[in-house]
């Protein structure tokens, strides 16, 4: 991987924007002194787990917990009639039961809640735990649920299965293909993908004498998790509070309840003492969120020279037992099913469906990887079938700013697209690419492939997509800068260090960032959507540039200025420049109560304003304004005997407006890469019937740094007139292209494989000529 610049010994300097700096929390995590949600065992503690169904659709007729009770060293066990509250939990559609208690939906479904003096007998209480479960029909193909007579995973919708649907058109929609001169149908499908973090879903929980349930977990949301215990539980959520440590990863998987209700619940009947639960792996896969499986039918028309003319595709995701972010993920996916490309007619029809498998959401990537795969594909078809360079025809349909987009919506943002695409033009890996085929060693083929993408920032129009910056002047005189959102591992705390250092002129000796804690941070939503240092940083900039004024101000009194201006922040002072005096920050916060050293303010990301006539059924989440862009370059050589598939060279181009640490940009970028090659090429959780059949690391194949090669980064600085310093968020975009590119470069070679992963066996099948399988 690209090498980061070295940080230059000698005297420190404030940290600014534009510079590779280290994190300022790299230390601690190399050394192992960082204390994640995992590392934290308190004394006299309880042990907690969960009972779960292992059926995939069944009505619950006995939970017997007798001889588990009976069983020395464990406290107590607690099922669904010791759950107050509406037992219902969900950010957007809270149909998920905290502990089930008269129907299962899928195979991690919870039944029972243990709690045990040791972990030896809180496993050995759950074996003990009898259930009888009466079978019912299961539907595991969304398809099938979607068939009139199907089995209901939730009775009493009006539309069965469908959890939500909507149909996007403009111009003159499907109808426009006929009109097409070229016009290319395809059909593709991707399976459910697994987060992968190193540290899995955990967290403890303590009930104080006061009636305070204090939880450390790890956790995407710490604000709103407060509101989703308080609505499950049927609690004050003020009564509730959330810290959350720095992340061991969340992709996704940690936006949204995972083991927080059933800590806040077992710290209801715990007498006190704290309790701990962290799940396995194998239980992580099982009960944890993954992305969602989908099958996608597509038509594209254009004319004779490229230029798109004509979209109709089908998307159809399946959400799994619960809605969890489901009808989110599906408004997404159908915002980007078009591309970054401008095409006058679309017909875009989602789905998502309830099945018996387990839940969907949140990951990398949000809806987007998923059409994304498909999209670019038929890019790739269409420009076989016209004789154009991939390239050239991606670079004359981009998309500009100014132009509407697939769903209407004008783009004001900066839109970097076309830049991205030149960059790797313009690159000696691709000006290189047929030499380096022409090389092709004997039994193996080599191919080079193109993906560009893009992927919408924030939430989306239908919530106040906002956060609370707060910054503080310590009684010891330094920067104390409390953050609302989590840093899960992508630097985002370095970046606000950053923000703050650029503003208030201070080195990262005199700057440190707090962790999210609803009792000292203010609420700023979710580490999430592309939006995390966009938001919050807009916030912190106008904090620091208040509490800088305010530093001002004070100073100018202590130095008996008639005002404050001629003042600058220097490392630990204020100076007055005109007389060279400075003013030491620890001399100055004496002077200030605590109410004055600190700042607060508050930004919103923009929102689309255009009047779109389709796409009302997604009350949330559509459409969005601003997008990051990125083109990737694959090239990669293929196993003629095995079908083995080694990637060999990558270029990703990235736009995401102005860059503030590149060392964090690249790794964002490099690490984004990675995790869609594992997407692309093995990463597959294989249901049958609702459980998860390669569930741990050893039989869900994920990549190591063995299987990654090295990833040229290449940033295409736009600035973002909107965004922090012109800052765009880079976290999410580089997902997206991996399984494209790698797809387009073994189709580039002749073999056309339209079924993720890009299996050696589904290698092997197109090698042969056998028509690929469909599987999720």
Not at 549 to 573: I, Y
């Amino acid at each position: 991987m690209k090498p980061s610049s070295p940080r230059r010994a000698g005297p420190k300097q404030p940290l600014e924007i534009g510079r590779s700096v280290p994190r300022i929390d790299g230390l601690a995590k190399a050394v192992g002194a960082e204390r994640y949600a995992v590392d934290e065992h308190p004394e006299n503690l309880l042990w907690a787990g969960v009972k779960r169904a292992g059926a995939a659709h069944a009505r619950i007729l006995a939970v017997d917990t007798a001889r588990a009770e009976a069983l020395p060293g464990v406290f107590k066990i607690l099922t669904r009639k010791d759950v107050p509250g509406t037992n219902r939990q969900g950010i957007v559609h809270k149909d998920q039961p905290v502990l089930a208690g008269s129907v299962v939906r899928y195979p991690g479904d919870p039944l029972a809640l243990v709690l045990a003096e040791t972990k030896d007998a809180l496993a050995r209480a759950l074996d003990l735990i009898e259930t009888r479960l009466e079978p019912l029909p299961a539907v595991f193909d969304p398809d099938q649920a979607l068939k009139p007579g199907a089995p209901l995973v939730h009775e009493g919708r009006p539309k069965g299965n469908l959890l939500l649907g909507s149909t996007i058109t403009t111009g003159q929609g499907r109808a426009a293909l006929k009109d097409c001169p070229a016009r290319i149908r395809a059909e593709f499908s991707v399976p459910a993908q697994r987060h992968g973090f190193l540290e899995t879903e955990n967290g403890v929980a303590r009930q104080d004498e006061s009636g305070l349930i204090h939880l450390t977990v790890s956790t995407q949301a710490p604000f709103r998790d407060r509101f989703e215990i308080g609505h499950a539980l049927g609690l004050d959520p003020m009564r509730i509070r959330v810290v959350a440590p720095f992340l061991g990863g969340g992709f996704g998987g940690k936006d949204g309840s995972t083991v927080q209700c059933l800590l806040a619940l077992a710290a209801l009947h715990a007498d006190g003492q704290p309790v701990k639960m962290v799940w396995g792996r194998e239980e992580s896969f099982q009960a944890g969120y993954t992305r969602h499986a989908a099958r996608m039918r597509y038509e594209l028309g254009a004319g004779l020279d490229g230029t798109l003319m004509a979209l109709s595709c089908r998307l159809t995701l399946d959400t799994g037992a619960y809605a969890h972010l489901g009808g989110e993920v599906l408004a997404l996916a159908v915002e980007h099913a078009a591309g970054p490309y401008r095409i006058p007619n679309v017909h875009i029809e989602g789905r998502a469906v309830y099945t018996n498998n387990p839940v969907a959401g949140a990951m990398r990537g949000f809806g987007v990887a998923q059409v994304a795969y498909a999209m670019e594909r038929m890019m790739d078809l269409l420009a076989a079938r016209l004789e154009i360079d991939p390239l050239e025809l991606r670079r004359n349909n981009a998309l500009h700013r100014g132009d509407r987009n697939a769903c209407g919506v004008t783009l004001t943002g900066s839109t970097g697209m076309v830049d991205c695409l030149t960059a790797v033009a313009d690159h000696p890996l691709w000006l290189s690419r047929k030499q380096w085929t022409a090389q092709t060693p004997r039994f193996k083929r080599r191919g080079v492939g193109l993906a560009a993408v893009h992927n919408a920032m924030g939430y989306g129009r239908g919530l106040a997509d906002s956060a609370i910056a707060r910054v503080e002047l310590t009684e010891r005189g330094t920067i104390r800068v409390f953050s609302g959102v989590t840093d899960m591992g992508q630097g985002n705390a370095t970046a606000y260090a950053q923000i703050a250092g650029q503003i208030l002129g201070q080195d990262d000796s005199m700057i440190d960032v707090v962790q999210p804690d609803t009792f000292q941070s203010l609420p700023s939503g979710s580490s999430a959507a592309g939006r995390t240092t966009y938001t919050f940083g807009k916030a912190l900039i106008t904090a620091c540039e208040t509490l800088r004024a305010k530093l001002f101000a004070r100073a100018a009194l202590m130095l008996m200025l008639e005002g404050p201006d001629d003042l600058a922040m220097v490392s630990g002072a204020v100076r007055h420049l005109p007389t060279a005096r400075d003013l030491p920050l620890p001399v100055l916060a004496r002077m200030f109560t605590e109410a004055d050293r600190t700042a607060i303010a508050e930004a919103f990301m923009p929102v689309a304003k255009d009047n779109l006539t389709s796409g009302k059924e997604f009350r949330i989440g559509f459409p969005h304004l601003l997008f990051a862009h990125a083109a990737h370059a694959a090239f990669v050589e293929v196993d003629e005997l095995t079908g083995q598939v080694e990637v060999e060279h990558y270029l990703a181009a990235t736009e995401a407006g102005r860059v503030i640490n590149p060392q964090s940009f690249d790794q964002q970028v490099q690490g984004a890469v990675a995790q869609g090659l594992g997407y692309a090429l093995s990463e597959d959780m294989k249901f049958q019937e609702g459980r998860v059949r390669a569930d741990s690391l050893a039989t869900y194949v994920m990549p190591t740094s063995l299987d990654v090669p090295d990833i040229v980064s290449l940033p295409c600085q736009v600035e973002e007139p909107s965004g922090p310093f012109g800052l765009k968020g880079v976290g999410e975009v580089g997902m997206n292209g991996p399984l494209p590119a790698v797809a387009n470069a073994l189709a580039s070679c002749g073999i056309d494989v339209r079924h993720a992963p890009l299996t050696p066996e589904r290698v092997l099948e197109a090698l042969a000529g056998k028509k690929p399988r469909r599987k999720q």
